[in-house]
């Protein structure tokens, strides 16, 4: 697969220890792939390794075909990768309108934000700060798209948020693979996320012991608990 993102036998560290060990994975464009775990399975430490937060001990990252694993954060995300973090980190003191165009001020960019979030367009000279949760999980999202991703990584989007503003999140995020970003989505609430992507990968203490459809661990009441 050369279009989308490409993980072949990656390795990351965290504070000297091995958290992820011998991960492969593809994230097409135009689908959503999911990754699932328990606590402490790696999950985030995984998703910081392709995005170069943290660097790769062993393994390859490659998107569009190109090696990525030796390039600095902002270099992978000029290129296309995007990354959703835990903690829905806005600017606080800045209005919505000023966290976007932290990013890109232009009109179409701001559009596509509002047209895809219309509550934010309501909301747009409030200060983040005073946003909901799910709000500023809305703003985190668009900000995001507003660096024009090709891959988008998303880490436990429904983090504290009602079960309705997560299908609402997952719901924007499934239109947004439509319009051909590939989305590598880490999510607690298992059930809804297998409902809108494509494949799964599931870890265990830092590594893939299952890849399979969406829909064939939708009927598998173990991962769906979390003992698969």
Aim: proline share 4%; hydrophobic share 45%; glycine share 14%.
């Amino acid at each position: 697969m050369n279009d989308g993102l490409r993980v072949d036998g990656l390795t990351v560290r965290r504070g000297g220890l091995t958290i992820c060990r011998q991960v492969s994975l593809t994230v097409p464009p135009g689908e959503i792939t999911v990754l699932l775990g328990a606590n402490g399975a790696g999950k985030t430490t995984l998703l910081d390794g392709i995005a170069g937060v943290l660097p790769a001990a062993e393994g390859t990252v490659a998107l569009a075909g190109r090696p990525i694993e030796t390039l600095p954060v902002h270099r992978r995300a000029a290129l296309g990768i995007a990354y959703v973090e835990q903690g829905r980190s806005v600017f606080s003191r800045l209005t919505v309108e000023q966290n976007l165009a932290v990013v890109d001020g232009s009109r179409d960019a701001l559009g596509r934000a509002y047209e895809m979030f219309p509550r934010l367009a309501a909301r747009r000279g409030v200060r983040a700060g005073l946003l909901s949760g799910g709000e500023q999980q809305m703003l985190v999202i668009a900000r995001a798209l507003a660096t024009g991703p090709r891959i988008l990584l998303v880490d436990e989007l429904s983090l504290g948020l009602a079960p309705a503003v997560v299908r609402t999140l997952l719901g924007a995020l499934a239109d947004l693979a439509d319009s051909g970003v590939g989305i590598l989505l880490v999510e607690q609430f298992a059930e809804m996320a297998l409902r809108i992507g494509s494949t799964a990968h599931l870890l265990r203490r830092g590594r893939v012991v299952r890849t399979a459809p969406c829909g064939e661990l939708l009927r598998d009441p173990g991962v769906l608990f979390g003992n698969g």
